[in-house]
């Protein structure tokens, strides 16, 4: 069973940049696809971004956050990460990270493991 902790979330101001990082405790990490989701409160877990298992195959983004957000891996190091630039206020959610999906998708049901999330909060 595949185990995942995301770190690197935080506070940050409107046009700064996280990156979250997951790493993943399989040692098959490296076969599986991954994605990252986000739930801000109140509304449904939204699928960001999801790569496929050696990372040349990137799912196209979620609209809400093209051109600022870039999934990668590192399957050396058995982790994946979320870079996310010019953030707003809107991208306040807690983040997720997900792995074991039978293919590249950003639905949620398609995901056996998950982190247990870290908080990014972009403030105006």
């Known amino acids: 069973q595949v185990q995942l902790v995301e770190s690197g979330g935080g506070s940050v101001q409107a046009g700064g940049s996280l990156r979250l990082s997951c790493a993943a405790s399989?040692?098959?990490?490296?076969?599986?696809?991954m994605g990252w989701f986000r739930q801000a409160p109140g509304k449904k877990r939204e699928g960001v971004a999801a790569i496929d298992s050696d990372g040349s195959t990137i799912y196209p983004y979620t609209d809400s956050v093209k051109d600022r957000f870039t999934i990668s891996k590192d399957n050396a190091k058995n982790t994946l990460y979320l870079q996310m630039n010019s953030l707003k206020p809107e991208d306040t959610a807690m983040y997720y990270c997900?792995?074991?999906?039978?293919?590249?998708?950003?639905?949620?049901?398609?995901?056996?493991?998950w982190g247990q999330g870290t908080q990014v909060t972009v403030s105006s």
């Open positions: 997900a792995a074991d999906a039978r293919w590249l998708s950003l639905s949620e049901y398609e995901y056996n493991y």
């Open positions: 399989d040692n098959t990490y490296s076969s599986k696809y």
